[in-house]
């Protein structure tokens, strides 16, 4: 079965700190993996796409990290901000889907305290 | 900021109502979704649509119906809500454009049935 589990399930840092959240996935053929952040209330925004042949993938402070060896992926934070609190949902594709087969994390809930 | 809009925002109804969530996009893609979220969950896909007049039912079972008249308008309607379609529905959209294609999402209805 196609699988995407998350962890931790939900981290409280301070501000300016960084952080490192973890997925895993069992899908099959892979095709991509992507990172959303999700604000309480708002729809899902990508951060990060990354193909088979991608180990790593930056955007601003985000920093995604892929070993489709082991079928890991990891989402970096650096210095965290009051803004950076937030649900993050990891999304594997399978190869040869249709986008629609896409397999969503439960995702990590982050909040970020003053 | 992606320009794909979902209204209401908030709905709450009682048992028996039908409804109809909006959804539009400005973008010009040819392909839409409907996600389903209760809290703390994983996304489901509920409906998709490849262009106009096309339209399938997505990975988890649901009594709501789609209709794809015309490429910027997917609306998604219940006949008859019943406290159990209590949760969020996103709305997204993308182009048509390989297996990297971003996928936008709009800022979701909460639908609370009474």
């Known amino acids: 079965k196609n699988q995407v589990e998350q962890s931790p399930q939900s981290l409280i840092i301070l501000e300016g700190k960084n952080c490192t959240l973890q997925c895993n996935y069992t899908v099959s053929p892979f095709s991509n993996l992507r990172w959303y952040k999700q604000d309480t209330g708002r729809g899902p925004v990508s951060l990060t796409i990354?193909?088979?042949?991608?180990n790593t993938k930056s955007n601003g402070r985000y920093t995604a990290t892929l070993d489709a060896d082991t079928k890991q992926s990891s989402l970096h934070i650096t210095a965290s901000q009051l803004s950076d609190s937030a649900s993050y949902i990891c999304v594997v594709s399978d190869r040869g889907s249709t986008l629609g087969r896409l397999y969503f994390g439960r995702g990590t809930q982050l909040t970020v305290w003053p | 900021e992606a320009d794909i809009y979902q209204t209401p925002r908030y709905l709450v109804i009682g048992t028996g109502k039908k409804i109809t969530l909006e959804c539009s996009q400005t973008?010009?893609?040819?392909?839409m979704y409907w996600y389903q979220q209760d809290p703390g969950m994983e996304l489901h896909l509920i409906h998709y649509?490849?262009?106009?007049?096309?339209?399938e039912k997505g990975d988890l079972s649901s009594e709501s119906t789609v209709s794809r008249i015309r490429t910027e308008h997917f609306p998604l309607t219940l006949e008859s809500a019943r406290p159990s379609h209590t949760s969020q529905y996103l709305c997204a959209s993308s182009e048509s454009r390989g297996r990297g294609e971003k996928l936008f999402f709009g800022s979701g209805t909460q639908l609370s049935v009474l």
């Open positions: 990354m193909t088979f042949s991608e």
């Open positions: 973008m010009g893609h040819d392909k």
């Open positions: 649509s490849y262009g106009v007049n096309s339209t």
